[in-house]
């Protein structure tokens, strides 16, 4: 950290929200700023902020997705992202701490309870101006898991059973048992109005979160935010407006931190960060860098369906026998990832490392494949720089072994 996360004058690091990096941030800058003490703040201590002045512009790599905006069928990357900075749920992940933080509830939960009272957030109110009912939080959580919307992490909801208002401001959830997650859990059902229709807003979002969405120019891979003078919550917008950029030249992006156009939220090259720590404003202080470790992990997932290349178990364990996961991180990641030892990460509640750790092995993938009598296989990946080097180290891997 770079200052106060209330001080707006002055740049703090993201380690996540705008992108979720697995490499270096360079000059980075957060669009939203967390409370010192959320749990010890009045409702009037929240609104005793500064007021966001400025502009802010921020660098990406991904593309912005062609998926929209509605928090229960978006899935792209950037899209996501930005959905964290306009929704929210009754309680919020921090993505600069990795923390959870109340959201539109007033306090988080206890992991023991099967039975839940929430009190809304005093002042909570949509981007539209109405304010936020129990009614819109038990219609949000039918929505998030009706089937047809499609909400991609439906499955982390199976531990919810149903919610009914008990008071003006107090809707209760009932669960059909207690989990260590739940304040994680929660955080994923952004809340809506009582009665939209998910689909209207894809080009519409419609949040209580600190930001609302301008413009979104698909052209020019472009997205413009301003800051909702009305939000209440612990993540005040620490600027008037923010306009995010999408920039896959690496060259464009090294004059953009150079010249300190732009904030820069995506992962450098292990080169071109070595490059900037050498520069001049590096040296003197103009340009701060960071090497800080993110939360996004790279899973092989595999298709499991009878006549699939991945049907056997041979063949799935020829897999990861093949990658030689220690070599990647040293070519494509200059040693700055950790490997996965479990889908969840540590210290988060409910951890346990895998007992299962692969290492490389290519000979015995090579017998695994012959076993599985696969020679071909077709290998899908996202397409941001670092999942794309990881695909081109791993597709060497395989040919190596026969593949």
């Excluded at 931190?257 to 904030?263: A, E, K, L, N, R």
Aim: include cysteine; charged fraction near 20%; proline fraction near 7%.
């Amino acid at each position: 950290m770079t200052g106060p996360a209330r001080t707006t004058s002055r740049r703090a690091f993201l380690t996540a929200g705008a992108s979720l990096s697995a490499l270096a941030l360079a000059t980075t800058a957060a669009g939203c700023q967390s409370s010192p003490d959320a749990d010890h703040l009045s409702v009037a201590e929240q609104f005793n902020l500064p007021v966001p002045t400025g502009h802010l512009d921020v660098i990406l790599s991904a593309p912005l997705g062609s998926d929209g905006l509605s928090p229960f069928t978006t899935r792209s990357l950037q899209n996501t992202a930005a959905l964290w900075h306009v929704y929210e749920g009754l309680s919020i992940m921090d993505p600069t701490t990795g923390t959870t933080q109340p959201g539109l509830s007033q306090k988080l939960f206890n992991p023991a309870d099967a039975v839940i009272d929430v009190s809304l957030r005093d002042g909570a109110i949509f981007h539209d101006g109405m304010p936020v009912t129990p009614a819109d939080v038990i219609y949000s959580f039918e929505a998030a898991l009706d089937e047809k919307n499609k909400f991609p992490n439906r499955e982390l909801l199976d531990f919810f059973d149903h919610a009914v208002q008990v008071a003006d401001n107090i809707v209760q959830l009932r669960l059909k048992y207690s989990t260590p997650e739940i304040n994680e859990r929660l955080s994923l059902v952004k809340i809506i109005p009582e009665g939209t229709d998910p689909a209207s807003l894809l080009d519409h979002p419609n949040g209580t979160g600190p930001w609302r969405i301008k413009e979104r120019d698909a052209a020019s891979q472009t997205l413009a935010f301003e800051a909702f003078d009305q939000y209440s919550g612990v993540f005040p917008a620490l600027y008037e407006t923010m306009t995010w950029h999408v920039e896959h030249s690496e060259s464009a992006i090294a004059d953009a931190v150079m010249d300190g156009s732009m904030q820069v939220a995506l992962p450098v090259p292990p080169a071109k960060y070595r490059e900037l720590a050498k520069s001049s404003r590096a040296k003197n202080s103009t340009l701060h860098l960071g090497s800080q470790k993110s939360k996004a992990a790279v899973y092989a997932m595999f298709n499991h369906d009878e006549g699939r290349a991945f049907s056997t178990l041979e063949a799935r364990r020829g897999f990861m026998k093949a990658f030689d996961y220690q070599g990647c991180a040293k070519q494509v990641f200059a040693t700055y990832v950790d490997p996965v030892k479990s889908p969840m990460y540590p210290g988060t509640p409910g951890f346990n490392a895998s007992r299962s750790v692969y290492t490389y092995a290519p000979e015995e993938a090579r017998d695994l494949f012959a076993r599985a009598e696969i020679s071909t296989i077709r290998l899908l990946a996202s397409n941001e720089p670092w999942t794309r080097a990881v695909a081109e180290f791993l597709k060497g891997n395989l040919k190596e072994v026969g593949l």
